[in-house]
């Protein structure tokens, strides 16, 4: 599976950016997808993930500004960020858990998109 994110940016405090990310993937089935990001000198942590039957989560510091949504015809997955903060810069990365005969169950990653939240 190959992912493809893009939509980062600059931005100002409380303004928005949309990020995208479209997998190729044309063996496999794909479970769930999402969004983690890493600050810098911080660890990569999750910000949202969607399950092929629509459950969401979302970790608490993104809750209410941040909308994850999933095209699954399309393999696609996106993430509106609302109400950006500085503590919102991060890289980040487009995640796929995707399954496929023989191969099996594993997760891919994307190649990550700079978002810098800064006046």
């Known amino acids: 599976v190959q992912l493809q994110a893009s939509g980062g940016g600059l931005v100002q405090p409380g303004g928005s950016l949309r990020l995208s990310c479209a997998a190729s993937a044309s063996i496999f089935s794909i479970n769930t997808m999402g969004w983690y990001r890493q600050g810098p000198g911080k660890q990569r942590e999750l910000v949202a993930v969607i399950t092929s039957g629509g459950s969401i989560y979302y970790a608490d510091s993104v809750k209410g500004r941040f909308t994850i949504s999933r095209d699954s015809a399309k393999n696609t997955v996106g993430l509106q960020m609302n109400s950006l903060k500085p503590e919102d810069t991060a890289v980040y990365y487009c995640?796929?858990?995707?399954?496929?005969?023989?191969?099996?169950?594993?997760?891919?990653w994307g190649q990550g998109t700079q978002v810098t939240v800064s006046s």
């Open positions: 995640n796929a858990e995707a399954t496929a005969p023989v191969i099996g169950t594993h997760v891919y």
